[in-house]
């Protein structure tokens, strides 16, 4: 072989593994419509999937709370419920129709509200894994926590969804502190995600990313750890990426939310739950960020549809009939970084 392909293939051999630690590519799949759910106590029902199937969507995201393990010293609780939603036909059926992400919240992850002191998590991750059939070239298998970008579409219609672990590095004793929430290596690797070419961005957290504390909130959200939700509204204005919706689960009611102040509107789409509803939903306190009237406290889950031809987004929350509760749409301009 002569020197100059030689080095040739190694430098792009060199490219594809760094591009492989940053991000799984499927330009095959062409993705037009996601929807996204949380929370579901009963593994073995989930009748909701029916009607998530009759969605039609491209795509599915699972964001947390997807079984109830409620465990510190029964790892076995793992592989029985993991194992009930993997037998449900609904389930089966649902998997088959179309691809699936996961990210975990509190209860998937092992415990109520828990953090990363939780003492289970390495067992958990690795039957979180494997249950989502994360792929074994997939750099999740080499680092700490669940984190994953995943990509779909050519470039012009690529769709970025990045899988944020909110979990295992988060340090509730010191919210205040630099890494308390997504930990030193996931958020420089972020950074690097954010960096990457994408239409469309969709970053799922467990938890309420843009909703303020404004009134006191027990919830977990973002907004208990000001600064490193600072820096992440920072972040996507440092790396100028554009396209970004948030999507988040947890609460037992969906509702939308939209930034002011950052360089253009960062909207976070809530869906939750899909087979259960919370006595605190009715009295959740919307703030001024909230898309006028949008709180559902029935069950529900979320859309985003991709108008390609139109270069818009609608963003959705349907009811437990598959009917659209509030559909908010937006034209891509409006998530582009003004000076662009
Ligand atoms: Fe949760």
């Known amino acids: ?6 080095i040739g293939l190694c430098l792009a051999g060199l490219v594809f593994a760094e591009e492989n630690k940053l991000a799984e590519l499927h330009e095959d799949h062409a993705v037009g419509r ?20 009759d969605y039609k969507p491209d795509l599915f995201v699972w964001l947390g709370d997807n079984i109830y393990v409620d465990t510190y010293d029964k790892p076995e609780r793992f592989e029985q419920l993991y194992g009930q939603l993997g037998a449900n036909p609904r389930y089966q059926k649902f998997k088959a129709a179309c691809p699936q992400l996961a990210i975990w919240d509190d209860h998937d992850y092992g415990m109520d509200n828990h953090h990363k ?13 494997k249950f989502w059939d994360v792929p074994a070239t997939s750099p999740f298998w080499n680092r700490e926590g669940i984190y994953r970008c995943v990509e779909y579409g050519k470039p012009g219609r690529k769709v970025q969804m990045i899988l944020l672990d909110g979990r295992w590095f988060l340090d509730k004793q ?3 502190a630099k890494d308390s929430y997504l930990g030193k290596a996931q958020w420089s690797w972020l950074e690097e995600v954010l960096e990457r070419p994408a239409d469309v961005r969709v970053i799922c957290s467990g938890v309420q990313v843009v909703k303020l504390n404004a009134n006191g909130e027990k919830w977990e959200m973002w907004g208990h750890h000001p600064s490193e939700k600072k820096r992440l509204f920072d972040l996507i204005e440092s790396t100028r990426a554009d396209g970004v919706v948030f999507i988040s689960g947890d609460m037992h009611f969906g509702e ?5 102040g950052t360089s253009y509107p960062l909207y976070d789409i809530t869906a939750s739950g899909l087979d259960q509803v919370h006595p605190h939903a009715g009295k959740a306190q919307p703030d001024q960020l909230q898309i006028g ?5 029935t069950l529900n889950f979320g859309g985003i549809v991709i108008d390609w031809e139109k270069a818009t987004l609608h963003l959705e929350i349907l009811n437990g009939e598959g ?18």
Do not use: W
């Open 1 to 6: 072989m002569r020197p100059c392909l030689f």
């Open 34 to 53: 996601i929807a996204f759910g949380s929370c579901l106590r009963q593994p073995a029902g989930a009748e909701i999937l029916g009607k998530i199937m």
């Open 117 to 129: 002191d939780y003492p289970l998590k390495g067992l958990s991750k690795v039957a979180f894994g």
């Open 174 to 176: 010191n919210p205040g």
């Open 256 to 260: 939308i939310y939209k930034t002011a």
């Open 293 to 297: 009237q949008s709180l559902i406290n």
């Open 323 to 340: 009917e659209i509760h509030l559909r908010h749409s937006i034209p891509f301009k409006e998530l582009q970084h003004p000076e662009k």
